[in-house]
Nanobody, 119 residues
Framework: QVQLQESGPGLVKPSQTLSLTCTIS??????????WTWIRQPPGKAAEWMGA???????YYSPSLKSRTSISRDTSKNQFTLQLTSVTPEDTAVYYC???????????WGQGTQVTVSS
């Protein structure tokens, strides 16, 4: 059974960089055709797809966040990482990592981690 676990600071100051890591267990980050995704849900708002890194290491980003987002991976640790620069209070959200076996479905999710941007 594949399990995903987010980790990172729960509080980030405005203008700083938010960095979260998703650790995959029970499966490989290089399994063919999978995309490893970051999604966030601000309070009272809909979930937002932020970006993904594919099984071969290609990264894809939401156009609205592309200028501030970077997703990378460490295959030796079976982890992928989100970095979001120049954060503001509007970036406060629950951040999830998830696995996509295709373009439209998700089959594994992390439990989510609350990140608050505040001074």
């Amino acid at each position: 059974q594949v399990q995903l676990q987010e980790s990172g600071p729960g509080l980030v100051k405005p203008s700083q960089t938010l960095s979260l890591t998703c650790t995959i267990s029970g499966g490989s980050i290089t399994v063919t055709n999978y995309y490893w995704t970051w999604i966030r849900q601000p309070p009272g708002k809909a979930a937002e797809w932020m970006g993904a890194i594919s099984y071969d290491g290609s990264a894809y980003y939401s156009p609205s966040l592309k200028s501030r987002t970077s997703i990378s991976r460490d295959t030796s640790k079976n982890q992928f990482t989100l970095q979001l620069t120049s954060v503001t209070p509007e970036d406060t959200a629950v951040y999830y990592c998830a696995a996509q076996p295709d373009a439209v479905s998700y089959n594994y999710w992390g439990q989510g981690t609350q990140v608050t941007v505040s001074s």
